[in-house]
């Protein structure tokens, strides 16, 4: 009877679904419940994809040593960190024109694409202008999803670190490029269980949860894995020059600057991650600790890599974030003033972490802002400054 064989067919189906690359899973398809998290490997293109391939994933890429959290599960790291995401200089990973092209031929997966992501369907083309490729440097927790009957199937899913995928303007990764599946921010899981083929570095204690930036990203600072170096790229795809020093004269640079200037070709995709950096010992202090409202805080920070690019953030106790960036010396120190600026800053606890853009090593310190004495306005009133400038607030800003 056809009925006799529906579940051993429903069955076989579910499990091909669940293993899948770039396909989806909905709630009911899952073969372990609502904890599971299917591992999706790089170059990978399931039963379900959204689009045909429209990017290039970069293989053997090492997530950072010291991007690993030591007691196990995700680490959450800010969409705005330099060096979160990587990039081959002039080289695009994801087609956006292609993209748009396809779901403009295609109106029923582009009404089911576009809701996914929260826009209409007649706002595809300027919203895909908006983002930008980028490279995942870690396996990054996502929710994914494909095409199942007209409809997004949604799975919670690891993207291994290698991934091509767009982000917006707030630095989420919203599509998967290698099949134009739309990704949206993942589920929290307290005892998620990996399934489908893990590849052979997995480890629970590399996976990243990305936060969104407070503010509009405009310029990306992407690591160059050819280079070892940062460079700037804007969401039209233009990629600045290097920064701090210029690239390395490494084989592998000298091959990708000399495929630069080929008249036919942008620069082929490195073919592995930069050689293991040196261990780090970070460590940070703040002084004065506390300091009065419209204090000058110095930051002091040891034990990174020689001329390491640095990045600051600082938590601010009104839940606010702001980041600046700094290079350590050929002794792998850093100092950095915040001086009193344009506007008061909240009391109450600052938390500020130094991070080495590169190895993703960092150390962090806490300071106390009080607010001065009754009837006393303090040293200047003001401690705020925007965070474009060379200069900010005890320690943080107010934008």
């Given at each position: 009877?056809?009925?006799?064989n529906?579940?051993?067919?429903?069955?076989?189906?579910l499990?091909?679904?669940?293993?899948?690359?770039?396909?989806?899973?909905?709630?009911?398809k899952?073969v372990?419940?609502q904890?599971?998290?299917?591992?999706?490997?790089?170059?990978?293109?399931?039963?379900?994809?959204?689009?045909?391939k429209?990017?290039t994933?970069?293989?053997g890429?090492r997530?950072?040593a010291?991007?690993?959290?030591?007691?196990?599960?995700?680490v959450t790291?800010n969409?705005?960190?330099?060096g979160?995401y990587g990039?081959?200089r002039?080289?695009s990973?994801?087609?956006?024109?292609?993209?748009?092209?396809?779901?403009?031929?295609?109106?029923a997966?582009?009404?089911?694409?576009a809701?996914t992501?929260?826009?209409?369907?007649?706002q595809?083309?300027s919203?895909?202008s908006?983002?930008?490729?980028?490279?995942?440097r870690?396996?990054?927790?996502?929710t994914?999803?494909?095409?199942v009957?007209?409809v997004?199937d949604?799975?919670?899913?690891?993207?291994?670190?290698g991934?091509?995928?767009?982000?917006?303007q707030?630095?989420?990764?919203v599509?998967?490029?290698?099949?134009?599946n739309?990704?949206?921010?993942?589920?929290?899981?307290?005892?998620?269980?990996?399934?489908?083929?893990?590849?052979?570095d997995f480890?629970?204690?590399?996976?990243t949860l990305?936060?969104?930036?407070?503010t509009?990203?405009?310029?990306?600072?992407?690591?160059?894995p050819?280079?070892?170096?940062?460079?700037a790229?804007?969401?039209?795809?233009r990629?600045g020059?290097y920064?701090?020093?210029?690239?390395?004269s490494s084989?592998s640079?000298?091959?990708?600057?000399?495929?630069?200037?080929?008249?036919?070709?942008t620069p082929a995709?490195?073919?592995s991650?930069?050689?293991?950096?040196?261990?780090?010992?970070?460590?940070?202090?703040?002084?004065?600790?506390?300091?009065?409202?419209?204090?000058?805080?110095t930051l002091?920070?040891?034990?990174?890599r020689p001329s390491a690019?640095?990045?600051?953030?600082?938590n601010?106790?009104?839940?606010?974030?702001?980041?600046?960036?700094t290079?350590?010396?050929?002794?792998?120190?850093?100092?950095?003033?915040f001086p009193?600026?344009?506007?008061?800053?909240?009391?109450?606890?600052?938390?500020?972490?130094?991070?080495?853009?590169?190895?993703?090593?960092?150390g962090s310190?806490?300071?106390?802002?009080?607010a001065?004495?009754?009837?006393?306005?303090?040293?200047s009133?003001?401690s705020?400054?925007?965070?474009?400038s060379?200069?900010?607030?005890?320690p943080?800003?107010?934008?």
């Amino acid at each position: 009877m056809p009925g006799t064989n529906r579940p051993v067919r429903l069955c076989a189906v579910l499990v091909a679904v669940a293993l899948v690359g770039c396909g989806g899973g909905s709630p009911s398809k899952r073969v372990r419940g609502q904890s599971e998290v299917v591992a999706a490997a790089i170059s990978t293109t399931g039963n379900d994809p959204f689009t045909p391939k429209l990017g290039t994933d970069l293989p053997g890429v090492r997530p950072p040593a010291a991007a690993a959290r030591s007691s196990g599960g995700p680490v959450t790291y800010n969409a705005a960190l330099p060096g979160l995401y990587g990039g081959t200089r002039d080289y695009s990973t994801c087609n956006k024109a292609e993209l748009v092209d396809y779901l403009a031929q295609n109106p029923a997966k582009a009404q089911v694409w576009a809701s996914t992501l929260g826009i209409q369907t007649t706002q595809i083309r300027s919203y895909v202008s908006s983002l930008t490729d980028v490279i995942l440097r870690t396996d990054t927790r996502v929710t994914n999803h494909g095409y199942v009957d007209g409809v997004a199937d949604p799975i919670q899913s690891v993207l291994q670190a290698g991934t091509a995928v767009l982000v917006d303007q707030y630095g989420r990764p919203v599509v998967k490029c290698y099949c134009g599946n739309p990704l949206t921010a993942p589920q929290l899981l307290s005892a998620p269980v990996y399934t489908g083929p893990l590849w052979t570095d997995f480890s629970t204690t590399q996976i990243t949860l990305i936060q969104q930036s407070v503010t509009i990203i405009n310029k990306f600072y992407l690591y160059d894995p050819t280079t070892g170096k940062l460079f700037a790229r804007t969401p039209n795809g233009r990629d600045g020059p290097y920064l701090n020093a210029a690239p390395n004269s490494s084989p592998s640079s000298s091959s990708s600057s000399s495929s630069s200037s080929s008249s036919s070709t942008t620069p082929a995709p490195p073919t592995s991650a930069s050689p293991s950096a040196p261990s780090e010992n970070p460590s940070v202090s703040l002084s004065p600790n506390p300091v009065i409202q419209g204090g000058t805080v110095t930051l002091s920070a040891s034990g990174f890599r020689p001329s390491a690019s640095l990045q600051i953030t600082v938590n601010r106790p009104d839940g606010g974030t702001d980041n600046f960036s700094t290079t350590a010396d050929s002794d792998g120190n850093a100092t950095y003033t915040f001086p009193s600026g344009g506007g008061p800053s909240p009391s109450g606890a600052y938390n500020v972490t130094v991070t080495d853009t590169a190895t993703g090593a960092s150390g962090s310190a806490s300071i106390n802002v009080a607010a001065p004495p009754s009837g006393n306005s303090g040293a200047s009133g003001n401690s705020g400054a925007s965070g474009n400038s060379s200069t900010t607030s005890a320690p943080g800003s107010t934008g």
